[in-house]
């Protein structure tokens, strides 16, 4: 798998170098082997932590990004390449079909027609690839700095207690406290979110990516999160590798209720709110529902007569276990809307994967 995984971002890599070494002067050859050879030594970090078992500690490295990015533009490419391949087939096929009726003339392109085609492909496909990688890393960078953009959606639950009705939770999920998260920043997370209002806060896992040393600016910014109804946290995969004892040290010491496996219970408007935080896997099944998790916590947790019952989890695909238990609401986060999303078509690679990219699920009454 891991071998799968290299490939699938090397081979681009690879295949676009080709294409442009049969196609430059020698004299720009040097250039391009000195150009491709820096823009993938990365890799050669990317490769040491996935053949170890951890991957995600490239996270530490500064800066890794727009290497990263230079290889997703790869794909692009290489997609340019394959649409001007099925454009040039379907051209082809028309000529055979007028041909046979009778509506070609007998003149066709010479040899040297065609090289010129194929050049001035180059030059539009490497602008194309130029143009794209600009506008993607434009828009990433913006889209990264800027404070993240709020949903709201209104539930309705049949068995929702009164007590309840009109409850207001704001839900952060995924903060990665560290070098792309800074304390300045987070402190502008918190200001937005008790801006809210919210009668409840939860967390649902990746509050700091990697490092301890990310922890003190962690909690002197959220040390400052306030509700009524206080802040519950469960932890995420980032969490675990940076040291769960560590985090779960800073998250109540930032003032939070630490809930794993278990269940937090709060009393409201003379109704329970039952809390149900379930631990990060450990490991790679995408959309796992967690059933042994969740039989754990459930084992605490009041019946669903007694509490009104919510799920907190660090991977959605706890839902797929939360549902049949009629579980009325789940939490989650992790996914990132897929990593990379196309904004104007709506599409994230990240449905490749897993079903649960971003928004909003139904299964039954859950």
């Known amino acids: 798998m891991v071998l799968i995984y290299l490939l699938l971002f090397a081979s681009p890599q690879l295949l676009l ?48 990004a727009p290497w990263i990015a230079w290889q997703l533009l790869g794909w692009i490419f290489c997609g340019l390449v394959a649409l001007y391949i099925i454009l040039k087939a379907v051209r082809r096929a028309s000529y055979v079909v007028r041909e046979r009726l009778g509506r070609l003339s007998d003149a066709r392109r010479t040899t040297d027609d065609a090289r010129l085609s194929r050049r001035q492909f180059l030059a539009r496909a490497t602008y194309a690839y130029a143009g794209a990688g600009l506008g993607v890393s434009a828009y990433g960078i913006w889209s990264a700095e800027r404070l993240p953009s709020l949903t709201r959606r209104t539930l309705v639950f049949p068995d929702l207690p009164p007590g309840l009705n009109g409850l207001r939770i704001a839900h952060l999920s995924d903060v990665h406290a560290g070098i792309h998260m800074s304390g300045e920043k987070m402190r502008a997370i918190v200001e937005q979110t008790n801006a809210l209002g919210a009668d409840l806060i939860v967390q649902t896992g990746d509050m700091i990516d990697i490092s301890q040393s990310f922890i003190p600016d962690y909690v002197r910014a959220f040390r400052d999160l306030h509700a009524p109804l206080g802040v519950v946290t469960v932890l995420g995969n980032h969490d675990r590798y940076t040291g769960q004892d560590a985090v779960i040290r800073g998250v109540k010491d930032a003032g939070q209720v630490f809930v794993k496996n278990g269940v937090h219970v709060i009393e409201h408007g003379g109704a329970a709110l039952a809390l149900i935080g379930i631990d990060d896997p450990r490991n790679w099944q995408a959309d796992d529902p967690q059933h042994d998790d969740l039989e754990q916590a459930l084992r605490t947790t009041p019946s669903a007569q007694d509490a009104f019952r919510i799920l907190l989890a660090h991977r959605p695909g706890a839902f797929d276990g939360a549902a049949p238990r009629a579980i009325p609401l789940t939490l989650a986060g992790h996914i990132h809307g897929g990593q990379f999303y196309l904004p104007v078509v709506g599409w994230s690679p990240g449905r490749l994967i897993t079903k649960y990219v971003m928004g909003h699920f139904v299964q039954g009454m859950s």
């Open 17 to 64: 170098y080709l294409y442009l070494r049969e196609r430059l002067p020698l004299s720009a050859r040097r250039w391009l082997t000195l150009v491709f050879v820096v823009f993938n030594i990365p890799w050669g970090i990317v490769a040491v932590h996935m053949f170890s078992g951890s991957l995600w500690g490239i996270s530490r490295v500064p800066y890794i």
